[in-house]
């Protein structure tokens, strides 16, 4: 017998910019969804993460970023065009931003980066509660040095964007994820 909220885990699934609309997450919904992020397992409480919203103007300032990107990685015209375009679609573009303290005297590099990935798992979890979807999304534009400048404060990391809006059609049902016997085992 499943519970109410391990039912909505387990209904999660991510959804890209092209399915996703009107409207996005308001303000009381995205302070739910950073609470859930800050509950996330945090060795030390460092709090590795951090959050940017692109929303209103700022996203024509981001796919302009986009294209720019594109050109410079080579890409026709036209294929930088569809980056910016891409950058347009979902109504709310998150950006991911790691603060990751390679010094640190007790909390070790991957423990940060887990506390990091354990943010965004539960922001996602909680916009999809809240009746939103998303994605998180990377690719070779989180590397970009002029996108990186963009977005990032001293000692800031960008991990990706994450997509949100409401869902504009149904999950796919052809996506197939690993079994659980693929990962759950016992050690010997």
């Keep these: 017998m499943k519970n109410e909220t391990l039912a909505t885990l387990l209904s999660r699934h991510s959804l890209g910019g092209k399915h996703l609309g009107e409207p996005g997450p308001d303000e009381a919904a995205l302070r739910q969804m950073a609470e859930a992020a800050l509950h996330a397992p945090d060795h030390a409480g460092l709090v590795p993460f951090r959050f940017a919203l692109v929303r209103g103007a700022a996203r024509q300032r981001m796919a302009a970023l986009f294209e720019t990107a594109a050109l410079a990685a080579g890409k026709a015209a036209d294929d930088a065009r569809l980056d910016a375009e891409r950058a347009l679609r979902p109504p709310l573009t998150v950006a991911v931003l790691a603060r990751i303290d390679l010094g640190h005297p007790v909390v070790p ?48 990391t960008l991990a990706g964007w994450i997509s949100l809006g409401t869902p504009v059609r149904a999950p796919s049902a052809g996506h197939a994820k690993a079994g659980v016997e693929q990962v759950l085992r016992d050690w010997r």
């Design 109 to 156: 590099a991957h423990e940060q980066w887990a506390a990091v990935g354990g943010a965004i798992t539960n922001f996602l979890n909680a916009a999809h509660a809240l009746g939103f979807a998303g994605k998180m999304l990377s690719g070779h534009k989180v590397r970009h040095p002029a996108i990186q400048a963009a977005f990032c404060e001293s000692g800031e």
